[in-house]
């Protein structure tokens, strides 16, 4: 640990230094876009920033609920193309892995960061296949397989498809402000079944459940006056899938929102900035950080409206260490009219400070 920790600050004093030559040119995201798999399921390396993020619910045998989240983040750094040496950290890859555990009362969770070098870390781009160390997310036979050896848990699970891939946005080309070019390509898989175990203090312990996945790529995915933004994806109980998102000014306005509904018989409603509301219904001061979070919303979708509870209050997660954030990820239930008719999660950044991308 000392010695990876020694190897960052080392990586992260010479990366301002390593800006020889031009500068790379960033694609900017378009709309008309037309996707192409399993090509799109891998990495977009031209662009400056990419993730895949699987977020869900787990049961066990006895019936006791967790949540989990396994995120592999990429980024390009502003280092000129023509430097193939392989010291210079043209690619950076992220991962962050947590597990929600009510009987913890707190998030369990850990980060790496690497460069892409020596097949020590890297990303593919024919289809899903990331990997630092021995995390990794890979895609195989439809399925998608998570391996994680964190600190305090393991996780080995598997992903199965069952519904189609939902586009989001306008085809998969996803506003995120006023701006045209501030926008991702971006698409999800809802309702995956999960099956694998967890392994804590030696112990294996078997699971099931169901999950979401993102995968989003970008050059300018935040105006400059952003702070940070909300964002759900629920998977609905009657089959339905729910995403909604806002970006928060820095002066505590609205800048955008968007999302999108795909009922249960498979008819999409892409909801505008106008339609969407989220109100916090309950707030919740970190611990840690100090850091005020609205872990309770009332979300509103032209007439639809849901109240999202947390699984637990203490849902934060502290990546100072890899990609600088501090942010809420959380398993939430969905709620209407005092019953559940779903579950997802709910993210909450720039709550501690504005988020840089």
Known sequence: MRLRLI?????????PHLVIGASPVFPDVVAGYSMRFPRDFGAHPDYRLEWWYATGWLTTDDGKFMGFQVTFFRSRLNIDAANTSTFSPQ???????????PAEGHLLHDQRIARTAFDLAGVKENDTNTWIDDWRFTRK??????VIHAREFALQLTLKPTQ???????K???RKGPLLTQASYYYSKPHLDVIGDITRNGKKTPVRGTAWLDHEWSTAYLAKDAIGWDWTGINLDDGGALMLFRIRGKDGGLLWAGGTLRKADGSMTVFQPSDIGFTPIKQWRSPHTNAVYP???RIKANEEVLELQPLMDDQELDSRASTGAVYWEGAVTAIRD?????RGYLELTGY?????L
């Open 352 to 356: 501690f400070k504005a988020l840089n």
């Open 7 to 15: 190897s960052l600050a080392l990586l992260l004093f010479c990366i």
């Open 91 to 101: 690619q950076l890859v992220f991962a962050h892995a947590a597990l929600s555990d």
């Open 295 to 297: 872990i309770a919303m």
């Open 164 to 170: 189609p891939l939902l586009l989001q946005g306008d």
């Open 172 to 174: 998969g080309f996803s």
């Open 141 to 146: 036979d439809e399925k998608y397989n998570a």
């Open 338 to 342: 005092g019953k559940q008719v779903g």
